[in-house]
């Protein structure tokens, strides 16, 4: 969000501060340098501070330290997960800006704690995102499961890619017979039911191939097309 002193910008001097175990994201304004203050007709904005040496080193200046006049938390949307808490955590939160049709569209993501590592990956992983019109929001959450990896427990896309696997090795097996698919809808179990799904919808069972109402999934299709290559069926 600095850089380059004279493009057009909409609140580019705002740096997010990705504040681990912090709920949400810190949106910090850098204090303007008194010295760029006579040439404003010169220059839009100052030029960027040099970056600290050696690589790698803090910034430890005192103008980028969160305090309540430059720095607010983002107002994210909650993802499932997020409920219990009532907030958004997500680490190394990344903001930026893009012009669309002369009017500001901001962009947030962040690093996902991926179910089966123990922490949270090295870089923003864009498996979630959120947009708004203004860092004070409204953050929309974006529908990202058309391309999220199918890695996240609890989503379509995981129950899909885990039949889509498992059925293609039995298939590969000339001693199995046949497999079975369990269970084909969703059904009520027991009040705070959950069955290990890390986003559940109590008191369902919701490993069906169609949900309660009879809606087919993703998994669905996924299950139809294998079944029907076995059966040598178009």
Same mark, same amino acid.
């Given at each position: ?10 609140? /580019?001097?705002? #740096? ?5 175990? =912090? ?7 850098? %204090? ?10 010169? $220059? ?12 790698? %080193?803090?910034?430890?200046? =005192? ?10 938390? *983002?107002? *994210?949307?909650? /993802?499932? /997960? +997020? ?11 990344? #903001? ?8 500001? &569209?901001?962009? $947030?993501?962040?690093?996902? /704690? ?5 922490? $949270?990956?090295?870089?923003?992983? !864009? ?5 708004? @019109? @203004?860092?004070? !929001?409204?953050?929309? *959450?974006? +529908? ?18 885990? =039949? ?11 001693? =199995?017979?046949?497999?079975? &698919?369990?269970?084909?809808? +969703?059904?009520?179990?027991?009040? !705070? ?16 191939? &169609? ?11 996924? &299950?139809?097309? *294998? ?8």
């Amino acid at each position: 969000m600095t850089g380059f002193e004279n493009e057009s910008g909409v609140d /580019r001097r705002s #740096v997010l501060a990705g504040a681990a175990g =912090l709920a949400g994201s810190l949106a910090v304004g850098l %204090a303007q340098p008194a010295a760029a203050a006579s040439h404003r007709n010169s $220059a839009r904005y100052p030029p960027s501070w040099p970056d600290p040496e050696p690589y790698g %080193a803090a910034d430890i200046r =005192l103008d980028l330290w969160p305090r309540d006049d430059n720095s607010f938390i *983002l107002p *994210l949307e909650l /993802r499932p /997960r +997020d409920e219990e808490r009532g907030q958004v955590w997500i680490r190394d939160t990344y #903001v930026n800006c893009f012009v669309v049709d002369g009017r500001p &569209v901001y962009v $947030a993501t962040g690093t996902t /704690r991926a179910p089966g590592l123990p922490a $949270a990956g090295p870089w923003n992983d !864009g498996i979630f995102i959120w947009v708004a @019109s @203004s860092l004070r !929001g409204p953050w929309r *959450l974006v +529908d990202t499961t058309g391309i999220r990896p199918a890695t996240e427990k609890g989503t379509w896309e995981f129950q899909a890619e885990f =039949l889509n696997y498992h059925l293609g090795v039995f298939a590969q097996k000339p001693y =199995l017979n046949g497999a079975l &698919v369990w269970i084909l809808r +969703d059904f009520r179990v027991k009040p !705070g039911y959950d069955g290990g799904n890390p986003q559940p919808q109590a008191p369902y069972n919701q490993k069906g191939l &169609v949900d309660a109402a009879g809606v087919p999934k993703p998994a669905f299709e996924t &299950v139809k097309r *294998l079944f029907r290559k076995e059966a040598g069926l178009p």
